[in-house]
């Protein structure tokens, strides 16, 4: 019933031809609702390959976010792992993963990513993740969550989610496009 985000980019045309294959695959053996792969696809067309754990939405992620399973995504705070047990426990599960990502494309190929868009929920799997790659030397990579391309253009992506499958409900009212206070997050590219 899970599904995660992932990165997966062609460093070669090997890559390129098994990246195509696992969109294909994705879409002919993986879906349900949306394509998706499993480790084992990966491992099979992971050559030429590069992946790294992607947004709040990728399994690193969502492995920290079940510790916290009774808080809503937005309660999670990265003051959650300030307790030592706690932090290791969130630490051991993301070695756990990174042992699947590692075993499937390669530990050069494997990257642990953090980015920043003022959300505690990214703030916590920043922590986690930058206490992972202290542990286990899996270098790390900065990114940014780019769902629209600037910062003025955050209209038309709310509006394609509320055109989604599932999200519209018929309550009367009709779907409400968010004002721009009321945005989670700022997914747009950043420079340094």
Not at 1 to 13: F, M, S
Not at 15 to 30: D, I, P, Y
Request: charged letters at 25%; glycine letters at 8%.
């Amino acid at each position: 019933n899970r599904r995660y985000h992932l990165v997966v980019i062609a460093k070669n045309e090997v890559g390129l031809a098994n990246l195509f294959t696992l969109v294909k695959r994705s879409f002919a053996e993986g879906f349900f609702r949306f394509p998706r792969i499993d480790f084992e696809m990966l491992k099979q067309h992971g050559e030429g390959l590069v992946v790294s754990t992607a947004c709040v939405g990728g399994y690193p992620s969502g492995l920290i976010y079940d510790e916290f399973a009774g808080l809503k995504f937005d309660q999670l705070h990265p003051s959650l792992v300030d307790d030592p047990a706690i932090m290791s426990k969130c630490v051991g599960k993301i070695e756990n993963a990174c042992d699947m990502f590692i075993d499937a494309v390669g530990r050069e190929n494997f990257f642990l990513e953090t980015q920043f868009h003022a959300m505690n929920a990214q703030d916590l799997t920043n922590r986690v993740i930058i206490e992972a790659s202290k542990k286990t030397g899996i270098p790390m990579v900065a990114t940014a969550d780019s769902h629209f391309p600037g910062p003025d253009l955050w209209e038309a992506r709310e509006v394609y989610r509320l055109l989604m499958p599932g999200r519209i409900k018929d309550d009367g009212t009709g779907p409400k496009v968010p004002l721009e206070h009321e945005l989670k997050a700022k997914l747009y590219p950043k420079n340094a």
